[in-house]
């Protein structure tokens, strides 16, 4: 059963903190893609990456940035936690030419 | 700007009544729409579709494209309680990135 796997399901981190989403498929997709999710606002995407190494910006990248040494796996940094970045994080991966993405299970990030 | 709006935000029906979610778009170079349903997690995918006037199905989930007036319906027969979800409409975003941009989603509540 193919899987995308977000390291943590809840997490609570103080304003300032340095904040770490991992992300991790055993698809050998190349394409991931970080999405945080608000009420009112859909999904929106943060960052998104199609091959190791390279990154490119969504329509809200302020106030994070990526990581991806390796294929399977997407980190989604927050370099100084604010509130405002409390939200519901989603990791997505597909395969170039596939279009639908397979979703992690969602990172519910609450910055106090 | 890449649009995608779904109606209506939120819907509220009875066991056994039948539903009808929309999503209309604006998007250049259009490739595909899809169709994602999503309980207390990860999305999870319905359809997709690239091709006008043809239906696809699933059970009692149906949906359908037109791609001269730029909408698609979600139709859902019979419901069920189990049917109560957020569901989202995505389209690719263009130049071929396989982005998808997100409606803000349907929240359906199925009442026994």
């Known amino acids: 059963d193919v899987k995308v796997t977000q390291s943590s399901r809840y997490l609570v981190k103080r304003t300032g903190e340095k904040v770490f989403l991992e992300c991790v498929q055993d698809?050998?997709?190349?394409?991931m893609f970080w999405y945080r999710q608000d009420p009112g606002l859909g999904l929106r995407l943060i960052y998104f990456s199609y091959d190791v190494k390279m990154k490119e910006k969504g329509d809200i990248p302020e106030g994070y940035s990526v990581s991806r040494e390796k294929k399977e796996r997407f980190s989604l940094i927050l370099e100084s936690a604010s509130t405002n970045q409390t939200s519901m994080y989603l990791c997505?991966?597909?395969?170039?030419?596939?279009?639908?993405?397979?979703f992690g299970s969602g990172t519910r990030l609450t910055v106090v | 700007e890449d649009k995608v709006v779904q109606s209506p935000l939120s819907l509220v029906v009875h066991e056994g009544d039948t539903v009808t979610l929309n999503c209309s778009y604006e998007?250049?170079?259009?490739?595909?729409l899809l169709w994602y349903k999503q309980e207390k997690k990860a999305p999870t995918f319905l359809f997709m579709l690239t091709s006008s006037g043809i239906e696809k199905k699933s059970g009692r989930l149906s949906s359908i494209l037109d791609k001269k007036e730029l909408f698609s319906i979600l139709n859902i027969t019979a419901t069920q309680t189990g049917d109560s979800a957020v569901y989202l409409c995505?389209?690719?975003?263009?130049?071929?990135?396989?982005?998808?941009?997100f409606g803000k989603g349907t929240k359906l509540t199925v009442n026994p």
């Open positions: 995505a389209v690719e975003a263009p130049g071929g990135s396989e982005k998808l941009v």
């Open positions: 698809m050998d997709h190349e394409n």
């Open positions: 997505a991966s597909s395969f170039p030419g596939l279009y639908g993405y397979t």
């Open positions: 998007v250049t170079n259009f490739r595909s």
